[in-house]
């Protein structure tokens, strides 16, 4: 070839795509189903037919692609050039009516809300609900010292309580309450729109079943918390005071229906507790069965706050760089949010490492956005080392946890500081061992562990 001169790309179009062979009539779903390991099986083809390559999900045909470039340009095309898919219609059904499945002009709006109330002015506002929620989470595993506990419970009601008091201001308590919350009821959402997504039919437009009933009383309930708390939030709003509350940021500008408002604040409910909850209890998983990260974890919280103290700002929560670390080689183990379904709006040509690919309008893919994960070395050991100075590991694909682009997580932040927090007193306060029993990665729209159960013991006990 002539120096200086570059052989022009290959573009490939969807049918000249492979991979793999499935069933008649349901195509790929039952290994996706039986298996139990959606996203593993789905990097187990990328390893196989290489990152892109074409599955049957029932009768439709769809992209999967790991490629880093191709991922990358398909997420920062949004929302004009790709839109989510399967989610949109489900999420409504549901009651969860809000920023994740709102399009167009209407997402942008609701964007600039969401990503307002979880900046880092708002974190400082409302970090003393944040402590207050972990002191009484060090006052419950205090009570259960010595004894298995299951720590996706806690930290769900953790992580509710955070939610709720940042999505509208009020104090839930669920760490110092008894009985069937919120939380658990807000727990059956996810697995919900899992089952209703691999539905082959949607059976939940004809049949009504009991676990619907408990999940509408879900909904009334914080349907009952929004309805007073966006009286307050209009009250406080029309003094011409900053708002401290996404239910606050909502009251100001163009009004909104009293459905719409539940169907966000149910959004930043869901999509900041069941994510968060479960890459925190990963996290104690691991420092469970890492005895030396976990010493590691206590010295630095005890630099940073003493053997007593709290973080007074979120700032602070800077110096635990060991702890935070933990975090992200916890979700790049067991990433919360695996894949990303999209649909394409418009023909389109998407930038690959080898080939691009030529995308017509109405084509779905599956985004495989933890696929890098297993591509640094001796990927399946926890080194959290691998994440001090502030970059990620390098991979050769994506590790995207929090996604890209311009729907990028505007939570990630906030999930961060409580994962990162919580590890931190808890390895300060308590000594964290397993509990006993098998722990299963289980998928159910958002990936958590199944059957953890931790003994946290007060470290002078
Ligand atoms: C470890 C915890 C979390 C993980 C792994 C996670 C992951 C994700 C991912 C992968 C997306 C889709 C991104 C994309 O399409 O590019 C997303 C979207 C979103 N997340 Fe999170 N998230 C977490 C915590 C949170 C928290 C704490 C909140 C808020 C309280 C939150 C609010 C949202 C919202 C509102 C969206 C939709 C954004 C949009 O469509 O514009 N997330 N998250």
Not at 81 to 92: A, H, L, P, Q, W
Not at 281 to 291: E, G, Q, R
Not at 314 to 320: A, D, E, G, M, Q
Request: charged share 25%.
């Amino acid at each position: 070839m002539t120096a200086g001169l570059t052989a022009p790309r290959t573009v490939r179009t969807v049918r000249d795509l492979t991979g793999p062979r499935g069933m008649p009539v349901f195509g790929n779903l039952p290994e996706l189903l039986l298996g139990r390991d959606e996203h593993r099986a789905f990097n187990r083809w990328a390893d196989r037919h290489g990152p892109t390559y074409l599955m049957r999900y029932g009768r439709d045909r769809v992209v999967v692609t790991g490629d880093g470039p191709t991922v990358s340009a398909a997420l920062r095309d949004r929302p004009d050039g790709f839109r989510r898919v399967g989610v949109n219609k489900i999420f409504r059904e549901l009651g969860i009516d809000g920023v994740f499945n709102a399009e167009g002009d209407r997402w942008r709006h609701l964007r600039k809300m969401a990503a307002q109330s979880l900046n880092a002015a708002y974190l400082r506002e409302y970090f003393t609900s944040i402590t207050r929620s972990a002191t009484r989470l060090q006052t419950r595993w205090t009570a259960s010292s010595g004894r298995p506990v299951d720590v996706l419970d806690d930290m769900m009601r953790f992580t509710l309580d955070v939610t709720t008091a940042l999505a509208i201001g009020h104090d839930l308590n669920s760490l110092e309450a008894t009985g069937d919350g919120l939380h658990t009821r807000l727990a059956e959402l996810f697995p919900e729109i899992g089952r209703r997504i691999q539905a082959p039919f949607p059976y939940h437009r004809f049949v009504r079943l009991p676990r619907d009933r408990r999940r509408e009383s879900a909904v009334r309930e914080v349907d009952a918390l929004v309805r007073i708390a966006h009286v307050q939030a209009k009250e406080r709003m029309a003094t011409g005071a900053s708002p401290r509350t996404f239910l606050e940021a909502l009251a100001v500008g163009p009004d909104f229906t009293h459905e719409e408002l539940v169907g966000n604040v149910m959004t930043m409910l869901l999509a900041g507790e069941d994510t968060t909850s479960s890459s925190a209890a990963w996290t104690l998983h691991y420092l469970a069965t890492h005895p030396e990260a976990q010493e590691r974890v206590r010295q630095e919280a005890l630099a940073a706050f003493g053997p007593d103290g709290m973080p007074t700002d979120p700032s602070s929560i800077r110096k635990l760089e060991f702890a935070e670390a933990c975090v992200n080689e916890a979700m790049r183990l067991r990433p919360v949010a695996p894949t990303a379904g999209l649909r394409a709006l418009r023909d389109t040509v998407l930038p690959g490492t080898d080939h691009d690919l030529k995308v017509p309008r109405g084509t779905s893919l599956i985004l495989l956005l933890s696929y890098g994960a297993e591509s640094v070395p001796d990927a399946d050991e926890f080194r959290p080392e691998r994440w001090l100075g502030g970059n990620p590991p390098p991979a050769s694909a994506p590790l995207l946890p929090f996604g890209a682009g311009p729907r990028f997580c505007p939570g990630r932040n906030l999930a961060l500081l409580e994962a990162t927090l919580v590890a931190a007193l808890a390895c300060r306060d308590f000594t964290i061992t397993p509990g006993g029993g098998r722990v299963k990665e289980k998928l159910a729209f958002a990936a958590f562990p199944k059957g953890l159960r931790l003994r946290i013991t007060t470290v002078n006990s």
